[in-house]
T-cell receptor
Framework: DAGITQSPRHKVTETGTPVTLRCHQT?????MYWYRQDPGHGLRLIHY???????DKGEVSDGYSVSRSKTEDFLLTLESATSSQTSVYFC????????????FGSGTQLSVL | QQQVKQSPQSLIVQKGGISIINCAYE??????FPWYQQFPGKGPALLIA?????SEKKEGRFTISFNKSAKQFSLHIMDSQPGDSATYFC??????????????FGAGTQVVVTP
């Protein structure tokens, strides 16, 4: 697999504080994604990247920013955390071609109090 | 708006039974339809996928049926086992200007297989 590592695995923070979640891949995939998972909503795309310094918004991007300075690293920042951003966050990397596949990390459980 | 609608939200099936999960999509430019399986505390993992040039794809006990004209596809789990208890997500992706690479996911179906 693509060796997707997310950090931290769990985080508790306070409203109004900035938070950065990290995603690291080992397979040099061009495309990377950040999703949030909430009951009843499935996986909703926050931001994605199609190359170094190339990013675009997903359907729930408000309050989030991303950066990708290296192929292997994709950072998600909550600029000023709110309770509505309490969620499980998943990073994914995409293998393209005939055997197209998203490889997901194990997720980050974020609680904003 | 949710471009992929999945049902049911949950289902309970006895061991040996058939689990059926349905998805409907809106964007006719979608050309790749995967199903992902997720166990508690883990990230989703690809289970099986289909492209619209075929109407059915089978891998072991898992089958995708695809109906292009109805814009629907479904996952059938034959001979369901307790180890199949998980959450299943359908997804769609396609090469359009507004959906390219974005992988739209359904809301998920929690499947419980009873012994």
């Amino acid at each position: 697999d693509a060796g997707i590592t997310q950090s931290p695995r769990h985080k508790v923070t306070e409203t109004g504080t900035p938070v950065t979640l990290r995603c690291h891949q080992t397979e040099n995939h061009r495309y990377m994604y950040w999703y949030r998972q909430d009951p009843g909503h499935g996986l909703r795309l926050i931001h994605y990247s199609y190359g170094v310094k190339d990013t675009d918004k997903g359907e729930v991007s408000d309050g989030y920013s991303v950066s990708r300075s290296k192929t292997e690293d994709f950072l998600l920042t909550l600029e000023s955390a709110t309770s509505s951003q309490t969620s499980v966050y998943f990073c994914a990397a995409r293998r393209t071609g005939d055997n197209e596949k998203l490889f997901f990390g194990s997720g980050t459980q974020l609680s904003v109090l | 708006q949710q471009q992929v609608k999945q049902s049911p939200q949950s289902l309970i099936v006895q061991k040996g039974g058939i689990s059926i999960i349905n998805c409907a999509y809106e964007n006719t430019a979608f050309d790749y339809f995967p199903w992902y399986q997720q166990f508690p505390g883990k990230g989703p993992a690809l289970l099986i996928a289909i492209r619209p040039d075929v109407s059915e794809k089978k891998e072991g006990r898992f089958t995708i049926s695809f109906n292009k004209s109805a814009k629907q596809f479904s996952l059938h789990i034959m001979d369901s086992q307790p180890g199949d208890s998980a959450t299943y997500f359908c997804a769609a992706n396609g090469m359009t200007t507004d959906s390219w690479g974005k992988f739209q996911f359904g809301a998920g179906t929690q499947v419980v297989v009873t012994p």
